[in-house]
């Protein structure tokens, strides 16, 4: 069971570069999230979803946006990046009232 | 906006010793998800506390909940060296769609 796969699992870009982080659940989850860690603030959530077709902005959604074409994709792109959205960035999925399980997290640096 | 707030931030035992970790949360939920992050790794699923005074297992940690006083502790008996790692506690939000909101983590270091 592969769970929730993110591609990629590291990159660099530069500032003002684009780029789209891919999220991939085969649990049949309808809720979808995307967070960022950084350091001393734990996770805070960028975006989520709560089915197929449908986004929602969380905590911090400036400089991102999502979109939830197919049930077990769930994608973040950065238009245009920023040094400040230097991160970590973890995807999860859940049923409803149930635990989220967690892709591996992509680093991504921007220079 | 719920908050969650985890104490310590930063906990340092020896082997062999007891702790809690505490979880306070600022809204209504009945909800309260425990997880593990070891360095540069992911988020694993500890536990999972759905109703008030629920209290739950595994090996040397123990999680509970009291939703009255919207406050979770994980408890540790007898700290390992493999316990060492970051905790986070984590709440939904009934009222806007199963967000989860994480506390800041409590950064574990069991020295032999």
């Known amino acids: 069971n592969a769970g929730v796969t993110q591609t990629p699992k590291f990159r660099v870009l530069k500032t003002g570069q684009s780029m789209t982080l891919l999220c991939a659940q085969d649990?049949?989850?309808?809720?979808m999230y995307w967070y960022r860690q950084d350091p001393g603030m734990g996770l805070r959530l960028i975006h989520y979803?709560?089915?197929?077709?449908?986004?929602a902005k969380g905590e911090v959604p400036d400089g991102y946006n999502v979109s939830r074409l197919k049930k077990q994709n769930f994608l973040l792109g950065l238009e245009s990046a920023a040094p400040s959205q230097t991160s970590v960035y973890f995807c999860?999925?859940?049923?409803?009232?149930?635990?989220?399980?967690f892709g591996q997290g992509t680093r991504l640096t921007v220079v | 906006e719920l908050k969650v707030e985890q104490n310590p931030l930063f906990l340092s035992m020896q082997e062999g010793k007891n702790y809690t970790i505490y979880c306070n949360y600022s809204?209504?939920?009945?909800?309260l998800y425990w997880y593990r992050q070891d360095p540069g790794k992911s988020l694993e699923s500890l536990f999972v506390?759905?109703?008030?005074?629920a209290v739950k297992q595994e090996g040397r940690l123990m999680a509970s909940l009291d939703t009255k006083a919207r406050l979770s502790t994980l408890h540790i008996t007898a700290a390992v060296h493999d316990l060492s790692a970051t905790y986070f506690c984590?709440?939904?939000?009934?009222?806007?769609?199963?967000?989860?909101?994480f506390g800041t983590g409590t950064s574990l270091t069991v020295i032999p």
């Open positions: 809204t209504t939920s009945d909800r």
């Open positions: 649990m049949n989850h309808e809720y």
């Open positions: 999860a999925s859940s049923y409803w009232a149930t635990e989220a399980f």
């Open positions: 979803s709560v089915g197929e077709g449908t986004t």
């Open positions: 506390l759905l109703s008030n005074g």
């Open positions: 984590a709440v939904d939000s009934r009222n806007t769609g199963n967000q989860f909101y």
